[in-house]
Nanobody
Framework: VHVVESGGGSAQPGGSLRLSCEIS????????MGWYRQAPGHGRELVAR???????EYAQIAKGRFTVSFGSAGHMVLLGLNDLNTADTAVYYC????????????????WGQGTQVTVSA
């Protein structure tokens, strides 16, 4: 499984960015595709994810500002970031949680390399 993020960059407070993630490979069943982030000196935290029925889940930090969705082609997951503030500065990681072989093995998490989002005036 390969997870590749794109779309990070810089924005001013109040600005917007859109992150994309393309996931390739084989798995038996997907549980979630989504986004996590890690700011300097902090642990990795959930931002938003979407399950295999297309139902999104948002962390409190993302509600009302960010939108997670599937892309229109292939296995893609998108994250729209709106009304950004400096606290959103972090490396954003795309995640696939999936059953790879047998249900009895439980889910495996796959991660991309991360894409930097920097919000500054």
């Amino acid at each position: 499984v390969h997870v590749v993020e794109s779309g990070g960059g810089s924005a001013q407070p109040g600005g917007s960015l859109r992150l994309s993630c393309e996931i390739s490979g084989e798995w038996k069943m997907m549980y979630h595709m989504g986004w996590y982030r890690q700011a300097p000196g902090h642990g990795r935290e959930l931002v938003a994810r979407i399950n295999n029925r297309g139902v999104p889940e948002y962390a409190q930090i993302a509600k009302g500002r960010f939108t997670v969705s599937f892309g229109s082609a292939g296995h893609m997951v998108l994250l729209g970031l709106n009304d950004l503030n400096t606290a959103d500065t972090a490396v954003y990681y795309c995640n696939l949680e999936a059953i790879v072989r047998a249900m009895s093995d439980g889910p495996t998490n796959f991660w991309g390399q991360g894409t930097q989002v920097t919000v500054s005036a």
